[in-house]
Every structure is written in C-alpha cells, then in structure tokens.
C-alpha cells in the first residue's frame, strides 16, 4: 500500500502522508518537552526579535524598522499579522513550519528521483527525512530554519528538474526560492552563483538556451533585491544590496562582540550558551547580566592560543574586565569597559595573527568546522539531560545522533567524491556543491558556528549519504552474486 501511494509522480498522497507524519513528530516533541497541545507551541530563538519587530513596526504606520534583517522571514509574519493578531499569528507560524518540513520531505525525495531515477532510493530518501527531527527541532522555533530548508530544496529540486526537461519555468521557481532563501539567509547568495554556474556550463543544451535560462534564473533576485537597493538608498542614502552585517546591532555594541571575535580567531567556541563553550572562561555567561542559568565548567583555553604578546596573564585580565562589567550598573563605566575590552581583544587578535599564523588561517577553521558539525544532533530532543534518560529514550536518542553523523559525514565524503569527478551527471554535481558551501562557508567563510546554520543543508546530506550507503551496498551485492 505505502509503495503505491509514495511515488515520485505521485505528488499530493506524498505530502498527506508527510504532514501528517510531520504533525505527529510535532506532538510528540512538545509532550516530551511539557508543553501542553493546547498551545501556545512556539519558542523564540535568539534572533527572533529581529524578524517579527520591523514587521509589528511596519503595521504600525512606523515603516519597516528596525532593518537589519532582511524580510524574508518576516513576509510570511506580514500576511499572517494582517488577519490576526500577534499570538495567533506565532502560532499559525509553527503550523507553516510544519508545512513547510512537510513539503521539504516530498521534495527531496523527488529530487533523489531526478538524481537517480531509482524509485527504491526516492523511498528510501523520504521515509528517512521524514522521521529524522534534527530539521524538525526548529519547527517550533520562530527563526527561519523550517523555511530555509524548504527554500534550498525547492531550489535544488527544480534545478535538476531543469536538466532533465528544459522548462525555464523549473529555474524561474528555482531562483525565487533561492531568492527567499537569501532574503532569510544573506550568506547563502553565493548559492544563487553556484546554480547560475551549473545551468550555464551545462553541455548538453546549446550556448542561448544554457544563457537564457541562466538569466530566467536570476530574474526573481534582481527584481526583489533591486527594489530592497532602492528602498535602503532612499532610506539610508547608501548601496546596500543585503543586510547591514552578519552581527546584529545590539550584540555589536556590547562586551560580547569583542570576545566573539577573539574566540572566532582562535577557532574555539564562541556559543555563551553552551556551558563548554571556551567563552565562558571570559567570565561571557547565557543570560542577562553574566547571571548563570546553568553549571559552570569553566571550560580551559588551549595551549596554543598564547602569545608573546598575550599571554595567559592578559587574556585573564580580560575576564576580570568582563566580570566587573557584569557587576556594574553605571552605564557610562560599561561603555568604557567595553571599549577597553575591545582594544584588549584586538591586540591579542592581531598577536595571533602574527605568531600562528597557521592556527589562525588554517587551525582555527578546522576547529570551527568540527564545532559546527561534530555533536550529537539531538541537543533539543529530549526534555531532560542525557543522564537522566531511560533506555528507550537513550535509545532514540542514539539512533537519531547515529542518523545526524552518518548524515554529514557520508554525505560529505558523497559530495567531495562526485563534485571533483568529471564523469559526474551535473545534476548530482550541482547538489554536491550545494552542500558543500553549506558545510564550509559557515566555519571558513563568516566563522560562525551555532548549531542550527547546519539545518538547511541537513536534508541535502541525508539524501547523499543514503546515495553513499546504496552504492556500497550495490558494490558488495554484486560482488556477492559474482562470487556465486
């Protein structure tokens, strides 16, 4: 029965079949979590605000302000805001996030069709991303997860549709989700480059379509950004073609941003939250003020992070400027400590530079990349820590972490391997290289690493390691029946 109804052209029984598996998964997150069905659902993330108060600003007769996040995210919220009020409108987010993870499983199991043709892979990809949650934590999240992962794979589905059929309007749709994506997640306009780039250099069409359709392609991002130009050189009396930073305004004025930057050269973690994150030991705490929301490890700064010019002395010194900054109200002495901090932070920035500069080109990034990816994948699964769990969550817990590792890892070998064949389809080129800027434009490129910047690209890596794990098991298969 389920063979019949999960078929690649076979749309509609697909995402009946994923919402409500989606919903199910929903549910059963906020059970383990206390949270009672009846509502609300949604959480606010960190950078929440900053999505959902231009929008509240712009109904208000305000215009869109504050205006560091591009509004991506927020457009959604603004169609949703026009016809109910805010707590309902949160809540109807979670639902769209849920659709949204919904869509994203039927999409990426047709997009592992146009990349193998194989209705036992397609199956495959969508029982597995289905039932997989590390995408799905973010659903009650109002942050823009849920809807990045949809973007990216609606771009990359269409695109590799475009291969096969030669319909412009697959790239059309392919360029407006990739232009959402950017309006969400500005890091990702390269991404818009590296789908250009495959269309372009795509032998088996003629010169003036490949050029035609790379245009229809771009068209959706030159018409949104170029009318996102011209409001913000009206507004600003400047070239702003994204956002105004990766850093948000408030965190850049504050003691923070100073160790961020220092943790960011080093290569160690710069997560406050994370009470193993090295930032802790500048005295840097999750919550208001320093105040401690959790044990302390005081996690220690590696060895090699000292300089003849920034010794362990200095950098202790800056933990004692922190601390005094935590216990001081005097706002005028708070702006001078940070500005004495900062300094601090920019003199062992650059000794490091010029010490390590091996650490601090190479090292770091590598250390970066294993924080962005090597953890377990479940930090928000279950409602209590790991030492408390029973078996069977343990359990669950193990498979999940075993499905995220196996995830990334072969999936990334996957890319690596098919992006740098020549004999590769350049539909599974395009896909590969996708995922790989994912992986490395966050820890080599803007240096950042918080967990959930990984969640877009997460789908793309299940799907090439289960492309992975079949060839293996096809190799040893056929070996198996040569042998006999």
């Known amino acids: 029965m389920s063979k019949s109804l999960i078929r690649p052209e076979r749309w509609w029984p697909a995402l009946a079949i994923a919402l409500a598996g989606k919903v199910c998964l929903l549910l059963l997150m906020l059970l383990e979590h206390g949270t009672p069905i009846v509502g609300p659902w949604y959480l606010f993330g ?73 209705q036992r892979i397609f199956r495959w990809t969508f ?89 229809t392609l771009g068209v959706p991002f030159l018409v949104a950004d170029g009318a996102w130009c011209v409001r913000n050189a009206v507004l600003h009396g400047e070239f702003r073609p994204l956002t105004d930073g990766a850093i948000y305004p408030d965190l850049r004025a504050g003691i923070k941003y100073p160790l961020l930057r220092l943790m960011q050269a080093y290569g160690t973690s710069f997560i406050w939250w994370d009470p193993t994150a090295e930032i802790r030991w500048f005295n840097i705490r999750y919550g208001n003020d ?13 060895a090699y992070v000292y300089t003849d010019q920034c010794p362990q002395d200095s950098l202790r010194a800056i933990a004692d400027a922190v601390e005094r900054y935590n216990n001081s109200a005097d706002e005028a002495q708070r702006t001078r400590m940070i500005a004495n901090v900062t300094k601090s932070c920019d003199r062992c920035i650059e000794s490091f530079r010029n010490e390590h500069p091996f650490h601090y080109q190479v090292t770091a990034r590598l250390r970066m990349l294993k924080t962005f990816l090597l953890h377990s994948g479940t930090s928000a699964l279950m409602g209590k ?35 740098l064949s020549r004999s590769v389809a350049p539909d599974l080129r395009l896909t590969s290289a996708l995922l790989l800027y994912g992986v490395t434009i966050f820890p080599f490129g803007v240096r950042m690493t918080e967990f959930r910047y990984s969640t877009a690209i997460y789908p793309l890596a299940l799907l090439l390691a289960i492309l992975f794990a079949v060839s293996i098991w096809d190799k040893i298969s056929s070996q198996r029946r040569g042998a006999a």
């Open 290 to 302: 320093g105040q401690v929301q959790f044990a302390d490890r005081q996690p220690p700064l590696p």
């Open 385 to 419: 820590p790991g030492n408390e769990l029973d078996p069977v969550r343990l359990a669950i817990r193990g498979f999940y972490s075993f499905l995220y590792l196996g995830s990334f890892l072969l999936g990334s070998i996957w890319a690596l391997r098919s992006f």
């Open 46 to 118: 960190g950078d929440a605000i900053g999505y959902l108060d231009p929008i509240d600003s712009l109904l208000n007769g305000q215009g869109y302000h504050p205006d560091h996040r591009m509004p991506g995210y927020g457009a959604p919220y603004l169609l949703l805001r026009i016809f109910m009020e805010r707590p309902a409108a949160l809540q109807s987010l979670v639902l769209l996030h849920v659709l949204a993870s919904a869509i994203a499983v039927v999409l990426l199991a047709r997009l592992a069709f146009n990349l193998t043709n194989d």
């Open 127 to 215: 029982w597995l991303a289905l039932i997989s949650t590390y995408a799905s934590f973010y659903d009650r999240q109002i942050l823009t997860e849920s809807f990045s992962v949809m973007a990216l794979t609606l771009a990359a589905q269409q695109a590799t549709t475009w291969f096969k059929t030669g319909r412009r309007s697959h790239l059309l749709v392919a360029g407006s989700a990739i232009t959402w994506l950017i309006f969400m997640k500005p890091v990702y306009l390269p991404a818009l480059a590296i789908l250009g780039a495959a269309v372009l250099l795509h032998r088996g069409k003629a010169l003036r379509t490949r050029v035609l359709a790379t245009l």
